[in-house]
């Protein structure tokens, strides 16, 4: 799989110049909560959306919470649709009113809360901490009958048992009533497991998509590009497809771009074949063949095991999480997000070294440093770089990557206007401005590439890495 994902990864970076997502800091603890053992737990509530603070500024956690305002927090913690919260069955209370009906409501249907038997639900009592327990253990959607014991130990326990009161000094009765700090723990500390739930499923689907990955011989792929900018008040847009067919071992890969410019169209096709242990790229361009070394076949992981191949998989991501389904090659698929990690950088990095040295060919020793210093300060800004990707739901493959590289781009162009070794070209990036950028890459087929076969014409191409030799 590293040899798919790393030579799919370079050449988006190198055709789109993707950047990285740059997340503003969230915003400061409670000035009451700042320092104390709740600060993590209220923060990580405050900024989900999940608990409230109040307009001076503080949360108030030695306050006690009543009924209502405990329905209102787990509500949000399951986070319904304004739409579902709405259409939750009315639960007919007497004494429920104003705000707190909607999330009452929505909670009685959830199974998270009960009213009495008089028809009254008393929202303003005082929830305790064994009421407490039972409503997060209910908004797991664990079914009571599978706790042992009776109330309220079966829930007390469960909620134990499930990490709940591991920030909850020991000391504090079960029928007392519980403050917002240590609800704010209990909440948490659901949102942390399912974390950990989550982490769990993303390895496995993650490991079941390097195993489906793994033996892949070939395949074909549709890339589309779209980049806006604008220089000196005019403005240009590029808009390529391009068609891709790739083959694992030896590696060899043809691409076929068509690219509008300045309402022209311009068709460009690329080669990559493996010759005596090199990895040589070919191009056409307006009639015209140019080839370019790229380097020992070693820095691009042909000869990776399958556990080397995971582990590099693995180290690919960080942050992952499941956005929802779609479907692609009309199959079902599941849409993930996730980043590149620092890790898996620092792996591309050093390929790139490899790759570049081999692209660089003759040129002068302290030129090509120079180069090589701009394009690691280049790929250090992929690190966090976050993606879309889907993988099949049947088979597990990777069928498709969606990037929205605006940021990199930027952040590419900035490296160079910034490089004394970029000359002109340093100047002319000071002047762009980047719009937009994106690229959608779509595998369309898996193993069905038989041959890619190098054209006559392209055995008389012009040798790039000899150019400078040339005065």
Known sequence: MKKFVSVMLVALMLLSG???AFCAEGAAAPKDVAGTTYEEAVKALLEADVVSGYKDGTYRPANTLTRAEACAFLVNYLAPTAEELKAAPDSKFSDVKGWAVSYVNYAVQKGIVTGYKDGTFRPGNQVTYQEMAAMTVNALGIDAKTLSG?????YVNKAKELGMYENISVSKANSAQANRGDVAEMIYSLIQNKDKDMEKAMVERLVKSEEAMADVKSMSM?????IALSAVGEKLDIDAAIQMDMIAE??????SMNMNMLGESQKVEYYYVTENGELIMYMQMDGEWYKMSLGDMDVYGQNQNLKNNMEVYLKAYDNVRIEGRDTVNGKPATKFYGELSAEYIDEIMASMEGIMGGALGQGSGQDNEAIMAMVNKIMETMKGFGYEMWLDDESGQMVK?????TELLKKVFEEIAKSDEAGELAALMKEVKIDDCSVDLTIKSIDNVKEIKLPEAAKNAIDMNTLSDVE
């Open 18 to 20: 993707v950047t990285t």
């Open 150 to 154: 009776s109330w309220p130990n079966n």
């Open 222 to 226: 549709d890339m589309g590009m779209k």
């Open 250 to 255: 030896p590696l060899a890969m043809q691409m």
């Open 401 to 405: 990557i969606h990037m929205d590289g």
